[in-house]
């Protein structure tokens, strides 16, 4: 059996960022064979990886990244189990390369960008965390041209809600008031025409029924369906909601009066639609316990 020294488990360690134990097994496992050891635990990265890929990962961090020229940006999602994983320095170091790499080759595909090295630190910050990692998302706005329009970002203090907003006119302060007040309100659309038959269609229906509850004739409740439904595209359109900022005028009159117009903006919250696992944790201790 060869001689494993605490020096050598200390060098695995430095050089993996895995347990001591972990560093020593794969030491002895290897007759101590540094380079074999490191291999030999990045497969066990690998196996463990995929293990906890089928966790749900509903917590996590957003990030953007503008263009110095200030014409394309890109946003970012990646997810983890547990919020105090999010603030982890390792999993944002991750988070942030993740970021640096699709800026770099402009890659909004998910999988495209994780073919390679990306995927082996993926798994390696998986061995080392014990959590499930997952990108979840990336998205780019850009204009072809430089002097075309300005793409701007805002990302909340919490990093869980960030925003990319594309506009024609005004400067990169106006974006960036745009892009807050798209992440305080939510906005689904940018025009009330922008709003889809379907949802329409989904929440007249919602408002048919409880205007029919009311028991007024039918040409009252058509009235009361159409007006309840005028009120719900102003309040998802963005042009039409009232600035953040200053309540007395609405989006639209700020871009107006700016000379400036919004083409597109994405809005990233951190676990939106992911329909998290409730954890009775009374009933696992009784189970375990035999209760």
């Known amino acids: 059996m060869a001689n494993i020294t605490a ?18 097994k794969a030491l002895v496992e290897a007759g101590g064979d540094m380079d074999k050891a490191i291999d030999d635990l990045r497969k066990a990265s690998g196996l463990k990886a995929a293990k906890k890929a089928g966790r749900i990962a509903a917590e996590g961090t957003v990030l953007t ?24 320095e390792n999993f944002l170091n991750f988070a ?8 770099a080759r402009r890659e909004s595909d998910v999988a495209a960008l994780m073919a390679g090295e990306l995927e082996n630190a993926r798994e390696a910050l998986v061995q080392k965390i014990g959590e499930n990692i997952s990108v979840r998302r990336i998205q780019i706005l850009e204009f072809a041209n430089v002097n075309e329009g300005i793409v701007d970002s805002y990302v909340h203090s919490n990093n869980r809600i ?4 594309a506009l024609k006119g005004g400067d990169d302060a106006l974006a960036r008031d745009i892009a807050m007040h798209v992440a305080a309100v939510n906005p689904v659309v940018v025009r009330s025409e922008d709003v889809s038959k379907e949802l329409l269609a989904k929440e007249s229906e919602i408002y048919s029924a409880q205007a029919r509850e009311s028991g ?12 309840r439904l005028r009120k719900f595209v102003a309040e998802i359109s ?5 600035f953040v900022k200053d309540p007395e005028t609405n989006v639209g009159a700020l871009l107006k009066k700016a000379g400036a117009d919004v083409v597109s903006f994405v809005r990233f919250e951190v676990g939106e639609g992911i329909e998290k696992e409730e954890v009775d944790f009374a009933s696992e201790v009784a189970a375990a316990a035999g209760i």
Do not use: H, W, Y
């Not at 020096?7 to 020593?24: A, F, I, N, P, S």
């Open 162 to 165: 960030a925003v990319l907003v």
């Open 96 to 103: 942030n390369n993740v970021l640096e790499q699709a800026f």
């Open 7 to 24: 020096g050598m488990v200390k060098e695995l360690r430095e050089r993996t960022g895995l347990g001591m134990m972990d560093c020593k």
């Open 65 to 88: 990244k503008i263009a110095e020229d200030g014409n394309s940006g890109i946003i970012v999602e990646v997810n983890c189990e547990t919020d105090f994983v999010a603030r982890d």
């Open 238 to 242: 963005l042009l039409d909601q009232p």
């Open 216 to 227: 007024k004739p039918e040409d009252i409740i058509e009235k009361m369906i159409q007006g």
